[in-house]
């Protein structure tokens, strides 16, 4: 316990309603400065919409008053007009309720109030424990004194290690009035702890640790720090129980999150576990930490824990004027994606079904990724999952995320190396590319998913997916760039050269033939020439004829290969 003295009587915040604050905003403000969890910093809008206002506190006035000042200078710097308030209350001590609160005590998450002498109590017994416990076994034979081994039972709960986020936000909520929590000493990185484990003694006794913490990327500001093992000492109504947390390694495969529950022998101890439980996969079910983003499971195996479980991208929004395909294609993207999602609920109501499947094909670097990005960055709520062929052992996983995150747009890219023509498949491929279609046939049909998938080798694909018909609903090629196309992706990726209107028509002439990728590269070379030139004053003829010459007959057949160029391009 950590305990705040001097004159510090008990303060709270007062946040008042202002309707041209946009919420985001303060939902912002709540979890950065004030340390709200999500979840509390919904509740307290919804206090601040229902009632005009919301309290924050108690807390210390020296607190308080850095908390208002870190506040007011957000606001500020946004330019908002939200009115915080501060104001002096009197609390009852927790403990004796009789005497007022005066000092401050952190106990986990919580931070609860006590007169002068029930501190100076409570410091003395902390001390007495802090000084006792060296390690587990011993906090636990504490713990349950009175309680024989024999009578107590454990409970566990395995949790996929990428949801650590959500699991950690409702042990929060769950744990914040524990007596006690303590860290743990893994000596032996690729164990499983284990309530079992925690009770040997001797030279094998699990030795208290200080608490380790890691810090997850959620594609939010500020990374989420997740415990990395963690033993609770609780107590509700009367009923002592422990909560270890750690996580479960098995070799080849992502650490998932073991909690395991100890509790006396009977209904009592039972109910309160299935409490317990029954919180924590509410909490995953609903999975509100990557809903909406772009994501990847990460790929690393190592069974020591160093995985990051999720990877979220951050992908820059991409216009529809930046997408350089011919009308009738974006058309195309527009009815079968953005359009199809946008009535589901229509056809739903028809009892038509709502999953999809697009197949993207085309030449290699004529924007498939891209055109996934743009249709990544317009469809509001989905969570988009995406897949390298060299990923699809992870396949299950991936679906289990799609089923819980949806609506969810599922992109397998190159999926012609696992799903070429069967007779020249390999059984291990066999059975990966049985393993996708299954998991698309498997599907309900109201399901919220959308797959996209992308090749630039259809042929290699056609009769594996001839085989099952339905799975694919749609394909659209993506092709090469006409003269037009080509036009708008050179003043696109030349949008910071001095171009004139003849130069791009030239280059767009000139790079017949070529994917969007090869004219990227060659912006890029008619920067490089034209700051050797005149310092990038100016882009001329001869710079395309040098760049061009470069990349399509000096260095060979093969390098106009690798750009994504045609060898036998016109060039006049």
Excluded at 76 to 89: K, N, R, V
Excluded at 96 to 114: A, D, F, M, N, P
Excluded at 516 to 529: S, T, V, Y
Excluded at 535 to 551: R, T
Aim: glycine content about 8%; overall charge negative; aromatic content about 4%.
């Amino acid at each position: 316990m950590d305990s705040m003295r001097g004159e510090n009587q008990p303060t709270q915040l007062i946040i008042h309603n202002d309707d041209d604050t946009p919420d985001q905003f303060v939902v912002d403000l709540l979890r950065q400065v004030f340390g709200k969890s999500e979840r509390e910093a919904a509740a307290l809008i919804t206090q601040i919409e229902q009632k005009e206002k919301a309290v924050c506190g108690p807390y210390p006035q020296a607190v308080a008053d850095a908390l208002l000042k870190s506040a007011q200078q957000r606001i500020s710097m946004e330019g908002h007009d939200l009115q915080i308030t501060i104001e002096a209350i009197k609390t009852v001590c927790e403990l004796c309720e009789k005497s007022e609160g005066q000092v401050s005590v952190r106990i986990g998450s919580r931070t609860i109030w006590l007169c002068s002498d029930c501190n100076r109590a409570a410091e003395s017994k902390a001390d007495e424990r802090e000084e006792e416990f060296d390690y587990a076994c011993d906090v636990l034979d504490w713990h349950f004194a009175g309680t024989a081994r024999s009578k107590l039972v454990t409970t566990i709960r395995q949790f996929p290690g990428h949801m650590r986020v959500d699991v950690q936000a409702a042990i929060d909520r769950l744990f914040d009035k524990a007596i006690r929590l303590f860290g743990l000493n893994e000596e032996q990185r690729y164990e499983t702890l284990s309530i079992s484990r925690l009770l040997k003694d001797g030279r094998y006794a699990v030795a208290i640790a200080p608490l380790q913490y890691s810090d997850v990327d959620v594609g939010e500001k500020s990374p989420v720090k997740c415990l990395d093992n963690g033993l609770w000492l609780c107590e509700q109504d009367g009923l002592r129980y422990a909560v270890l947390l750690c996580a479960h390694r098995e070799y080849s495969r992502e650490p998932g999150i073991r909690i395991e529950i100890l509790v006396p022998t009977g209904s009592a101890g039972a109910a309160l576990v299935q409490q317990c439980f029954g919180e924590l996969e509410v909490a995953v079910q609903t999975a509100r930490t990557y809903r909406g983003k772009i994501l990847s499971l990460d790929a690393d195996a190592d069974y020591r824990g160093r995985s990051r479980g999720i990877t979220v991208h951050r992908l820059p929004p991409v216009a529809r004027n930046e997408v350089i395909l011919p009308e009738q294609t974006l058309r195309l993207l527009d009815r079968n994606v953005l359009n199809f999602v946008g009535i589901r609920d229509q056809l739903r109501r028809l009892g038509q079904s709502t999953r999809k499947g697009i197949l993207l094909y085309g030449p290699p670097g004529t924007g498939k990724t891209h055109t996934i990005r743009y249709l990544a960055t317009h469809l509001p709520g989905h969570t988009t999952l995406i897949i390298t062929a060299e990923q699809i052992g992870l396949l299950g996983a991936y679906m289990s995320l799609a089923r819980l995150l949806q609506p969810s747009m599922v992109v397998i890219e190159d999926v012609d190396l696992i799903a070429r023509d069967r007779d020249d498949m390999g059984p291990c491929e066999e059975s990966m590319l049985n393993k996708l279609l299954n998991e698309m046939d498997g599907l309900k049909e109201d399901a919220d998913i959308l797959f996209v998938l992308t090749t630039n080798r259809p042929e290699d694909l056609e009769g594996a997916l001839a085989g099952r018909p339905g799975r694919i609903d749609q394909a659209i090629e993506v092709p090469l760039p006409d003269e037009t196309g080509r036009g708008k992706l050179v003043q696109l990726y030349g949008k910071g050269l001095p171009l004139d209107d003849a130069v791009v028509a030239e280059a767009a002439r000139r790079s017949e033939g070529t994917s969007c990728a090869f004219i990227k590269e060659l912006m890029r070379r008619l920067a490089q020439g034209s700051i050797a030139r005149d310092g990038g004053n100016s882009v001329i003829s001869a710079d395309i004829d040098e760049a061009l010459d470069d990349m399509l007959f000096s260095g060979g057949r093969l390098n106009a290969q690798l750009l994504g160029g045609a060898q036998a391009m016109a060039t006049g």
